[in-house]
């Protein structure tokens, strides 16, 4: 069982480069989510999409972009790079209504 | 939750005994409570969870108690092994309108052989 799957794994980007982080899951679930992981720090929810063709702003929207490219698909593009998006971005799913998130492995990125 | 800086709440506790994390929400219209466990570089792994029609819950070495009154919530592992080394983070949600987890700032627990 793949779950969610992020990719990729590690990255560095300079300031003002922009990259598009892929995260995909295999369990037909209806709500995908991305986080960001601080130091010491919660998980804040940047953007999240409740089901396909719907998404939502979350806590720290600023900055990001997403598309809900289909049920299984669900992508963070940042347009332009800043140094304070230097963070671990985490991918979740849930299914129909209220339930547990499932969590990818995480993307480190690094904005120089 | 309210972020707490850089430096996380420790939690440490001899193998063997009992460990108790709490929590405490800020929302009292959140019906839906979860735990996580997150191992260094890894994603947060789901533990248990618990709605608000419940006070108590348990799994396997793990309890979940809930006081709706004060907003409160806690995980008791029973029988601490190293294995449980990590961070717990709790989350509440609605089960109406839009779903939008909030996540505690976690609590590093530390088992000592």
């Known amino acids: 069982n793949a779950g969610v799957t992020q990719t990729p794994k590690f990255q560095v980007l300079k300031t003002g480069q922009s990259m598009t982080l892929q995260c995909a899951q295999d369990?037909?679930?209806?709500?995908m989510y991305w986080y960001r992981q601080d130091p010491g720090m919660g998980l804040r929810l940047i953007y999240y999409?409740?089901?396909?063709?719907?998404?939502d702003k979350g806590e720290v929207p600023n900055g990001y972009n997403v598309s809900r490219l289909n049920k299984r698909e669900f992508s963070l593009r940042l347009e332009s790079a800043a140094p304070s998006q230097t963070s671990v971005y985490f991918c979740?799913?849930?299914?129909?209504?209220?339930?547990?998130?499932?969590f990818g492995s995480g993307t480190q990125l690094s904005v120089l | 939750g309210e972020s707490v800086g850089l430096h996380l709440p420790t939690l440490s506790v001899q193998e063997g005994d009992n460990s108790i994390i709490n929590c405490a929400y800020s929302n009292s219209a959140s019906d839906y409570f979860i735990w996580y466990k997150q191992e260094s570089g890894k994603g947060p792994q789901f533990i248990i969870d618990i709605r608000s029609n419940m006070d108590k819950r348990q799994g396997q070495r793990v309890t979940v108690l809930l006081n709706k009154t004060v907003k409160h919530l806690s995980l008791q592992i029973a029988a601490t092994q190293p294995g449980d080394s990590a961070v717990y983070f709790c989350?509440?949600?609605?089960?109406?309108?839009?779903?939008?987890?909030?996540f505690g700032t976690g609590t590093r627990l530390k088992v000592l052989a």
């Open positions: 979740a799913s849930s299914g129909q209504g209220v339930e547990k998130l499932f």
């Open positions: 989350a509440d949600s609605r089960t109406s309108g839009t779903y939008k987890y909030i």
């Open positions: 999409s409740a089901s396909e063709g719907t998404t």
């Open positions: 369990m037909n679930h209806n709500s």
